[in-house]
């Protein structure tokens, strides 16, 4: 699946890489705002953005977000089907619609086929626990992982129908255990690219944890081919938590990596704070980089030594390893000011060479070329 038709496009599905989607929280009519959020998520790395189309006043704001967003724009339809046709004539990406709270979406299935299969617009079919179709919700008793996955199916059915393929469907639930069923069931029923998402995840430390125990148990399975991370928080913070689910599945390249001990009887230094500090004075640093910091001598010198940089503490001082070797020894208070250092002088001997350092996992970048 191609979303988008110029150099913003992004494939999704297939060997292309997972992608990392978010939603805007500004009114969509405000061009400007929605723009500049826009602006801000593409800087944190998002790849995909939604927009919120719940009047007409968003709808005919479409047109120039559209053209000038730097990130392919799907526009999220419900209750009014129109809206999917303004959506399509504008020239968003794809178009997000949820059969559960469309009147009379069925019929207008046909129309709405014809338009994006014209227009070479994606649809997302997308299922929610809170707005399951009342048919089904009066079948199964409640959104249940089996009613979730019915409801997508037929859907779908009824845009195959008519032709219609170029279909991404999401199942989403804010219990991850009742997510993780949903899309297993329907990933073994359909070849279609499938969005993953825990809807209502919660509040920024409990979506989190939701997010990543759902993300990671399916990714790990191949399941999924594009996430969004639904927090209580800015948009940015989403995408800033998918990208590090990515990362800690080596499904993307990864950069600032710190390992780090958690701490114990044994520590001599307080390690929370040497990591906090040392993770600070990296900040931004874009090339992949793992940084051991350890507290003890116990794992800190075997930690330290796998790592790119790291630091083994005790005594009141910290052995400093670069690439494996030992190559300092110096006082804590000269620790976090040396790693930061020698971290500054590896991504530039790595960007001067073309190279990354040593001790990264595997990377998955390069999408497939389009058909």
Request: proline content about 5%.
């Amino acid at each position: 699946m191609r979303l988008g038709h110029d150099d913003r496009a992004v494939l999704v599905g297939g060997d292309a890489p997972v992608s990392v989607q978010s939603m805007t929280t500004t009114v969509t009519a405000d061009v400007n705002a929605t723009l500049q959020q826009i602006a801000e998520l593409t800087a944190s790395g998002c790849q995909i953005v939604r927009v919120a189309v719940p009047s007409a006043d968003d709808a005919e704001a479409l047109p120039e977000i559209a053209r000038k967003s730097q990130i392919p724009v799907v526009a999220d339809i419900h209750f009014q089907p129109r809206y999917v046709f303004a959506a399509i004539d504008a020239g968003c990406a794809a178009v997000r619609v949820n059969p559960g709270n469309i009147k009379a979406f069925d019929d207008k299935v046909a129309q709405i086929a014809k338009a994006a299969g014209e227009a070479r617009v994606p649809i997302r079919i997308g299922v929610n626990a809170g707005s399951l179709d009342r048919r089904l919700l009066a079948k199964y008793g409640s959104a249940t992982a089996d009613a979730l996955v019915e409801s997508a199916l037929w859907e779908c059915s009824l845009f195959e129908e008519h032709g219609f393929r170029d279909l991404k469907i999401s199942v989403k639930h804010h219990d991850p255990v009742v997510m993780i069923a949903a899309y297993r069931k329907l990933a073994a029923a359909c070849d279609h690219p499938l969005h993953l998402g825990v809807t209502e995840a919660g509040p920024r430390f409990q979506g989190t944890v939701k997010s990543a125990v759902a993300f990671g148990a399916l990714l790990a399975e191949g399941i999924g081919d594009t996430i969004r991370v639904s927090l209580s928080a800015p948009p940015a913070e989403e995408v800033k938590v998918g990208i590090a689910i990515l990362e800690a599945l080596g499904l993307r390249q990864r950069r600032l990596e710190i390992v780090s001990c958690p701490s114990c009887g044994r520590a001599q230094v307080d390690v929370y704070k040497l990591a906090d500090e040392v993770t600070a004075g990296l900040d931004g640093l874009e090339v992949p980089l793992r940084v051991a910091v350890m507290g003890c001598v116990v794992n800190g010198p075997g930690e330290a030594r796998e790592a790119d940089l790291g630091v083994a503490s005790g005594n009141g001082k910290g052995q400093i390893f670069v690439k494996g070797e030992v190559i300092a020894t110096v006082p804590e208070s000269k620790i976090v000011e040396t790693l930061v250092e020698n971290a500054l002088r590896l991504a530039e001997e790595a960007a001067g060479d073309g190279r990354a350092p040593a001790g990264k996992p595997q990377i998955i970048t390069d999408a497939p070329a389009p058909n």
